[in-house]
Each structure stands twice: as C-alpha cells, then as structure tokens.
C-alpha cells in the first residue's frame, strides 16, 4: 500500500510539474529553426508567425536557418537539442517525403520528433507554355496517352515536392513521362516556357509572376479547392482525375520528450495565430491557406502523409541517386 502510495504520489508530482511548465513557459528565448534558405515559402511562412508568438508569449522567438541535405540539417539539430519546447523545428512536407526516398536519414522520425501543429498548406499548379497549344488538363492527358514516354516534365529535382506531385499526377491520369530533374523549381519553369519541356508542376509563388505575363498557361491547381490567386484555374480534380490532390504544406516539430503540456500550448497557441486576420492576409499572399490541428491531429496527417508518399515512391521507383 505504502508504496503503491509512493508511486501515485511520484506521478502526481510529475504531472503537476509538467502543467507548471506549461502554464509559465516560455521563460526565456526561444529558437525556431527553419530547415531552409532564407526567403522562399517555409522561411517565410515561420517568420510571419514568429513575432506573433513573441508577443503573446513576452519572450523573444529567434528564427535561424539551417538548411541543407533537403531539410536534414535543420532536422538533426532540433533532434539534438534539450527536449523542453525551446528549440523548435519548421520544415516542409518534404519531412513526409524524405524518409520514402532515403532509408538512411541522419534522424529517425518515428522516435527523434513529436508532431505539434501544421502551418500552412499551398496548392502548386500544372503549367505549360503557350506554345504547346495545350489549354486544359485533358488536352494534356490525350496528348501524353498519344506519346507514351514522350511528353517531358520537369521538377525541383528528385525526391522533391515537384517530383511526387507530377509522378502522383502521372499514375493517377494513367499517363508515361519522362522525367527531367533540374537543381530548382526555377530551371525547370524556365525550361517549360522556352518550350524544352511539355510541363511541370510547381509552387504558385514560383510560377505566377510568369502566369501574370502570359508566359506560362495553367492547366489545374493541386488542391481540393481552387487557389484565391488562381480563382479562374479549375482544380486538377475538377477535370480527368478526379479525386486528386497534393500540396505543399509546412509544420512545427519538437525533440521527442518535450513536456505534452508544453507542447499542447504551443499548438493551441499557434492555433491562434494563423487565426488573426493579418496573419491570414499574409498567408493569402503566398497564395497559402492557414491550417489548424491539434498534436493528435497533426501527427494523424503527417503519417497518413509519409504512407502516401511512401506509396507513390514505391509505385514510381522514385529513389535518391
């Protein structure tokens, strides 16, 4: 009985604890790591969100960059830090994407990370050039049924969102591409309007200057619902592959072991942010929409996300060379 007791008394001691630390942190600075370059979307994104959080929290949040080997530098580095919710990770859905391709990550996502909250989600758009006379997604799939193999797509290289979206685009509209990997999305939009490739698929930011200027013609988004900076382009799934979506997403991870209390503050706080009107007028800028989940929900999404990548890897023989 007595040390029944003692054990009840331990975790009590434990748990209130944990809630003590949630209800005064954060205490000091904390550091968001985006697993990226300064300036493109995911940046960008952590940068809007981390004065909001400064403010409601009373404590600086520093955003510092580390990028490299597709997002796996900034991720080992949070891996590594003091599991106390004050170092914290932003990546992409290349997080759900890398551990299909590449089986020995320098970090283990089933055990390195817990998933606390997502960010923003951002559809990407098929585009062709002008030149190619192609003015809708069938036109497109009739052409490529016509010329198995023949049609050329290209993308940010392999493995990335670029890829997956194409090849999830590809098997899904029964159609044979072939591939045309380059160092950036930019190359790879470049080439579609010189008319070198027949399209590619990417982020709407990249793509929309070119749109704007009538160099690029897009044929469908790859969301569920249609883009606010797009509203006259239908969604692929509104035309012959029904059903299909992929987007371009982006999270916040913490070391495995953080305290759930903290953790739950950060998402519902993070909730609240993505919720204010400025907030929202950003992310609507980027041609972004806000999203909300709590840890629970997130961490649902995020491994529902890594079995469909692993999914379209495994059916495309997409690996890393």
Not at 18 to 29: E, H, M, N
Not at 118 to 144: D, E, F
Not at 227 to 240: K, N, Q, R
């Amino acid at each position: 009985m007595t040390r029944a007791w003692g054990r009840a008394s331990a975790l009590t001691l434990v748990l209130l604890s944990f809630a003590a630390a949630a209800q005064t942190y954060p205490t000091r600075p904390v550091r968001v790591i985006v697993a990226f370059s300064p300036g493109g979307v995911t940046d960008i994104i952590a940068r809007t969100m981390a004065p909001k959080l400064s403010e409601m929290w009373g404590q600086p949040v520093v955003v510092e960059n580390r990028a490299g080997a597709g997002g796996s530098v900034g991720a080992v580095a949070v891996a590594r830090a003091p599991a106390d919710g004050y170092v914290l990770l932003v990546h992409s859905s290349g997080y759900a994407l890398n551990p299909a391709i590449n089986a020995t990550l320098p970090y283990d996502y089933k055990s390195d990370f817990i998933d606390v909250a997502p960010l923003a989600s951002q559809p990407m758009v098929l585009v062709v050039s002008p030149s190619s006379g192609i003015t809708s997604v069938a036109q497109l799939v009739a052409l490529a049924k016509a010329r198995p193999g023949q049609v050329s797509y290209g993308s940010a290289g392999i493995g990335s969102g670029a890829h997956f979206n194409s090849e999830k685009f590809r098997i899904a509209a029964g159609i044979e591409a072939l591939h045309v990997p380059y160092k950036g999305g930019a190359e790879a939009i470049h080439d579609t309007i010189a008319g070198r490739l027949m399209f590619t698929i990417n982020t709407i930011t990249l793509a929309l200057p070119h749109i704007r200027e009538r160099r690029l013609v897009p044929l469908g988004v790859s969301s569920v619902q249609r883009s606010g900076l797009l509203p006259d382009t239908p969604t692929i799934a509104e035309t012959v592959v029904p059903g299909f979506e992929f987007t371009f997403w982006n999270g916040l991870w913490a070391p495995a072991g953080t305290p759930a209390a903290v953790v739950e503050k950060i998402a519902r706080d993070l909730g609240r942010v993505v919720a204010l009107p400025d907030v929202r007028e950003r992310l609507a800028s980027l041609g972004a929409e806000p999203m909300s989940m709590t840890p629970a929900e997130f961490s649902r999404f995020v491994r529902s996300e890594i079995e469909d990548s692993a999914r379209i890897a495994r059916t495309a023989g997409i690996k890393l060379q």
